[in-house]
Every structure is written in C-alpha cells, then in structure tokens.
C-alpha cells in the first residue's frame, strides 16, 4: 500500500525511504479502510490483468485469477484475423480490452447495464489505447438488432453467486463489491437466458465462453443440452469446474 502512495518500488521502500506527513496521514487512513475490510485493489485502484493494469474502484467487481484464466481459454478460441467479440457485463473492461490488446484486428464489443461500471471501463481502454465498443443496456440486449447471427465469440463473467450464497460471501466481498456484478436469483438463470438467446447472436459454428461457479458445471452442462450447442466444462487451475464453452452446431 505504501508503494501504492508513494510510487516508489518495493525494493526501494526495503531500503529505507523518508515520506512526508501528508504521505503518513494518508497510509494511516488507508489503513484503517483495509482494517475494516475494504478491499485491497480498491484502496490501491488498481489491478493488474494479463499485460495490463486497469483502474478499478467499488463501481466494479475486482477481477479475479479465474477470470484471468478465462481470457486466456478466450483469446485460444479468437480468430487471428477480423471477427467479432461481444463480452456481455463487462465491469472494469478486462475482458474486453484484454482481448482487443491481443487480437487489434477483432471488433470488441462490451456491454453493461451498469453505467458507471461502462465509464469506468472506457477510462480504462482510453488510458491503454485499446479500441472497443461500449454498450449500455441488459445482457444481450444492449447489442445492435444488426449483429444478430455476426458474433463469433461471446465471453462473460457473469452474476453466477445465488441469491442465498451471497449472504454468505466473506465481508470484505459482500459489503463492498457491486452484488449486480454477483448474485441474481438462482445463479443459473444467466446460463439458462444464454442457452435460449445466444445461438441467436452467434454466427454459424460461434462459440460462448463463460465463467461459472465451481458447484455448477452439471447443471450448466444440462442448460446446454440442446441440438444447438455442443458444450463442455473445463476446470480451473485447483481443478474445479470453472468454465463453459459451447459452439452452436451448423
């Protein structure tokens, strides 16, 4: 956190640094907020993403290592060359800008219901020069009606947190990250919306990439148990059920 205020390295902060009172003043207080629960990367205001350090603050869900291993199963499935990527709840724009930072002939369109979490995510493409779409609007919705059947790939980390499992989240994920961004419902009626309105989206043979709780990939996998899709859950690095891809069948 002192790196944080001062800008200094760690390795210099090891050796021995002089700050000022202003300097002190405010890492007390820092420190009372991370006492009391506050996250972390909030206090900071940044994370770090891949190559990529965003702005993050409360309008936003802290991206987490799992959703990190979800960009890298995404960019696997993205074409080189020009196509077109929706991220559906884009939040601080992490998915989005890290896939437009590593495929510059893509079209990445994001979209959230949440106004501030787009404009937060439109700072943070702006300041790292990455090119993409903003939308405001719900799930699928906020996309143009003309990109119907044109999405080659749709990535999400959506709300998958049930209602009941939210209460019991740990505090300092419960009282200060966004509940928008976590619970709805049942936590699998995301999975169910998509299942039924993606292949919609989706161009011939499109892909869906999805971030799910680690007690859900059986009944996810039974949502998508259709003759339009052709699904699998992947686990994560601890060997949990984490990730969906389905391809829409011809």
Request: glycine share 8%; hydrophobic share 45%; aromatic share 6%.
């Amino acid at each position: 956190m002192l790196a944080a205020i001062t800008g200094q390295p760690r390795a210099e902060l090891l050796n021995g640094i002089v700050v000022d009172r202003p300097t002190v003043n405010m890492f007390y207080r820092l420190m009372e907020q991370r006492s009391a629960g506050m996250p972390l990367q909030y206090l900071e205001g940044t994370v770090q993403f891949g190559p990529l350090e965003l702005l993050v603050d409360d309008r936003v869900l802290i991206p987490r290592p799992e959703t990190e291993q979800l960009w890298e199963k995404a960019l696997e499935l993205v074409p080189d060359g020009a196509c077109t990527v929706v991220d559906m709840g884009t939040g601080s724009g992490c998915l989005a800008i890290g896939i437009a930072h590593q495929r510059p002939l893509a079209r990445v369109i994001a979209t959230d219901i949440s106004r501030d979490a787009l404009d937060l995510a439109r700072l943070n493409a702006a300041l790292l020069q990455v090119e993409a779409e903003f939308c405001l609007g719900d799930r699928l919705d906020a996309l143009d009606p003309s990109l119907r059947g044109e999405v080659d790939l749709i990535v999400t980390n959506p709300p998958y947190v049930s209602d009941s499992d939210w209460l019991k989240l740990p505090p300092e994920v419960r009282d200060y990250e966004p509940r928008l961004a976590l619970a709805a419902g049942d936590g699998l009626h995301i999975f169910r919306y998509l299942a039924s309105e993606a292949p919609s989206w989706l161009a011939p043979e499109g892909i869906l990439v999805a971030e799910i709780g680690d007690r859900q990939g059986a009944k996810i996998h039974r949502a998508f148990r259709d003759p339009k899709w052709e699904a699998s859950v992947l686990p994560d690095l601890t060997g949990r059920d984490r990730f969906l891809i389905a391809r829409t069948t011809a």
